[in-house]
């Protein structure tokens, strides 16, 4: 690992585990095991690291969740794709996704450029206005829906992570919220 992905990972376990503002950055670069030099060759700034880490994290996950987006070939399937890949990828990625929550929580998310989060989104965004068109769900602002699948995906991640349940009952638990979700949208 190089010494650039040696701070990402050590700033990632120190961020979530200590917040924001109780990590400094020569606590990152002593346990990366680098000079505080070479963490700000990388990161001239801690927030240029915090937001570095916040698009390395949001572009793993988008890989992830595009992947499962081109297995299916329908709109409720592709939002069901992307609930169920989202909290899928939420439980393997514990530290990713908790950091990624306290980042969308806090005033770092004014520095990402709205490019950057409209790229993020605009997959999503997308398959709403077509379901919408397709009169699958019903016509509402496609940035509250937005809000309310990612809400809907912290606040059952928070379930699962905080039981034990077997990879069975998981999938149970996702699919039967995701049926709650998709009822609550639909279009009848």
Do not use: C, H
Not at 122 to 151: C, H, K, W
């Amino acid at each position: 690992m190089d010494k650039k992905e040696k701070l990402l990972q050590t700033a990632l376990t120190l961020f979530v585990s200590q917040g924001f503002t109780d990590t400094p950055t020569s606590k990152i670069a002593k346990e990366a095991g680098v000079a505080t030099g070479t963490l700000f060759y990388f990161f001239p700034t801690k927030d240029e690291l915090i937001v570095s880490l916040y698009s390395k994290l949001k572009k793993q996950a988008a890989e992830g969740i595009q992947a499962a987006l081109a297995k299916v070939n329908s709109r409720k399937g592709a939002i069901k794709a992307y609930y169920e890949e989202s909290l899928k990828w939420s439980l393997r990625n514990p530290n990713e996704f908790s950091f990624l929550a306290q980042f969308s929580n806090s005033p770092y998310l004014k520095k990402v450029g709205a490019d950057e989060v409209s790229v993020q989104v605009a997959p999503v965004l997308q398959l709403f206005r077509e379901a919408i068109a397709g009169q699958q769900i019903v016509d509402m602002d496609v940035t509250l829906l937005y809000a309310l699948i990612s809400n809907q995906v912290f606040g059952v991640n928070q379930y699962l992570s905080s039981n034990s349940f077997s990879k069975r009952e998981q999938q149970d638990i996702i699919e039967d919220t995701f049926l709650m979700f998709w009822r609550m949208i639909e279009g009848r």
